[in-house]
Every structure is written in structure tokens, then in C-alpha cells.
């Protein structure tokens, strides 16, 4: 039987690193991230 991925969320530092040099709000960083993950891993 194959794997199934539960969760999957970035970690927070690299969220806040990211936020940091772009100039975006960690809401917004976090917002992409996961949005870009869920394109990846759930289709």
C-alpha cells in the first residue's frame, strides 16, 4: 500500500527568513508556501 502525506507546512524560520528579504508579511509568505505545496503534492 503506498504512503499517504498527512502534513506538510515549511518551517516557521524559513518562513520568517523569507519575509524578512522580501519585504512580504510572514502571512503572506506562509499563504504561498503552502498554496505552492498543495499545486506540488495534492494533485
Same mark, same amino acid.
Given at each position: 500500500?503506498g504512503r499517504k *502525506?498527512v502534513n506538510?507546512?515549511p @518551517?516557521? @524560520?524559513d *518562513?520568517?527568513k523569507? #519575509?524578512?528579504? #522580501?519585504?512580504l #508579511?510572514?502571512? @503572506?509568505? &506562509? /499563504? /504561498?508556501? &503552502?498554496?505552492? *505545496?498543495? &499545486?506540488i503534492?495534492?494533485n
Amino acid at each position: 500500500m503506498g504512503r499517504k *502525506i498527512v502534513n506538510i507546512k515549511p @518551517e516557521f @524560520e524559513d *518562513i520568517r527568513k523569507i #519575509s524578512k528579504n #522580501s519585504g512580504l #508579511s510572514l502571512k @503572506e509568505v &506562509q /499563504f /504561498f508556501a &503552502q498554496t505552492k *505545496i498543495k &499545486q506540488i503534492y495534492m494533485n
